[in-house]
């Protein structure tokens, strides 16, 4: 019943951006339901196995509560779903697996809707150092829909070294267990929302030369590698395993994209692990950390002026003007979620993955007309004809319209060669 609510919504603003872009000559966006539901965050780390033969692999999913559906029980209200988690080998052979399910409760309505609350779950596997390929699941029981993930995975052998890092896990908090010891809240996301001071850093370092301390540096950098934060600490060891835990304040960050670069050793005995971070508004979508990239990608819906007054804003004023751009379009203003842009920024992290070649896919023609009128209806795929270059029918059965996409040069990279934006007018 939420997700049909949020339809209604969804549906009602279109009106208003039909009203603006007539005045401005930029295309409305046709919202229809998204093909990847539920929506999840994944992160994946290793670190040195209790059998030297062996890495153990961890695996931490991440769901908003709104991304699944709840129903009303006993006064409370309940949601379930079952995350799947498989590691196949070289040969296509499945080398671990495990499924788990996930009971959820929460006291009343509007707690199902929250975007900024999570379920979080894990899996952990022992694996031989490999290559793998990994298949990832969450299934939504009472909606019985689907959103899967899959990628490769690296699993390194951690005891061919004199001197090693694990993986860098980001961390939300760091809470004692019963004897003491602090677990780590995994961050999954890897972001610091503005609400967000500070995170942690937890690794592990591996000593097999004997060294009673090393020196351990901590380097930010921005996208242009250009360092942002730098500092260091000498750090005794316990012997061949070592953990370390770090504090890393937000402090200056302002939002965007992040490297965040570890090194460890003495002499030549160096090593170093490097992951991306990012600083990430409330307000902001999920799609989009890079805030200068996510205004750049608004050229499809968003007028001159109001693209310059973005562009020419510094720091968090230019996050400010982002924000205030969405606003405008925010079919539920009264809520923290604006449907519309996660929306927009949705179906431009899909054409990224999908439709990417020389160019960045929300750049290509079909990442162009797949961001503004959604997903087509059918697409006829003729990537072998003999007397013809390959190409591509997409049909959009609501507004009576076909598109043609040409691949002219053998490259993947097709071309709209059908009016469009004549088309679109007519469409309005």
């Known amino acids: 019943m939420k997700r049909v609510f949020q339809r209604i919504h969804l549906l009602a603003s279109i009106g208003m951006l039909l009203t603006s872009r007539l005045v401005s000559q930029t295309p409305e966006l046709h919202f229809d339901a998204r093909e990847d539901v539920p929506n999840f965050f994944y992160d994946i780390m290793t670190v040195a196995g209790k059998d030297s033969g062996l890495t153990t692999f961890k695996f931490y999913s991440k769901i908003p509560y709104d991304e699944l559906q709840f129903v009303k029980k006993d006064q409370r209200f309940y949601a379930q779903y079952e995350l799947s988690v498989t590691v196949f080998d070289q040969y296509g052979n499945q080398a671990e697996g495990q499924i788990v399910r996930r009971d959820i409760w929460v006291d009343d309505f509007e707690q199902t809707n929250l975007r900024n609350k999570y379920d979080i779950a894990s899996v952990t596997f022992d694996l031989s150092p490999s290559v793998y390929e990994l298949l990832v699941g969450i299934m939504d029981f009472d909606s019985r829909k689907t959103g899967r993930r899959k990628t490769r995975l690296t699993v390194p052998a951690y005891f061919q070294q004199p001197l090693e890092l694990s ?5 939300d908090q760091m809470i004692p267990d019963s004897t003491g010891k602090l677990q780590a809240v995994p ?6 929302d503005n609400r967000q001071e500070s995170l942690f850093l937890w690794f592990e370092i591996y000593d097999f030369i004997g060294l009673d301390s090393l020196q351990i540096n901590y380097r930010i950098l921005d996208l242009k590698d250009k360092v942002i934060r730098k500092f ?17 304040p937000r402090e200056e960050l302002s939002a965007g994209r992040y490297k965040l670069e570890v090194s460890a050793g003495k002499g030549k005995a160096v090593v170093k692990r490097v992951r991306d971070l990012s600083v990430h508004w409330m307000g902001m979508p999920a799609f989009a950390s890079d805030i200068d990239k996510a205004i750049e990608q608004l050229k499809y819906i968003a007028d001159g002026k109001a693209m310059k007054k973005m562009k020419k804003s510094k720091g968090d004023k230019k996050t400010e003007a982002f924000r205030e751009f969405w606003k405008s379009k925010d079919p539920t203003p009264a809520t923290e979620q604006n449907e ?6 949705r179906r431009v992290d899909y054409s990224n993955a999908t439709f990417g070649t020389f160019i960045e896919g929300w750049r290509s023609d079909r990442g162009m007309v797949y961001i503004i009128l959604g997903a087509p209806n059918d697409i006829e795929r003729h990537p072998f004809e003999v007397d013809s270059k390959p190409y591509e029918i997409w049909s959009y059965y609501q507004y009576n319209r076909q598109f043609i996409f ?14 469009f934006w004549e088309v679109l007018n007519e469409i309005r």
């Open 167 to 171: 993986d860098i896990m980001l961390a």
């Open 187 to 192: 961050n999954v996301i890897g972001n610091y």
């Open 232 to 248: 260091s600490e000498f750090r005794k060891l316990d012997g061949t395993r070592t953990e370390i835990v770090i504090h890393i």
């Open 340 to 345: 519309v842009m996660e929306e927009y920024y």
């Open 406 to 419: 040409v691949d002219q040069s053998g490259f993947g990279e097709y071309r709209l060669i059908s009016p």
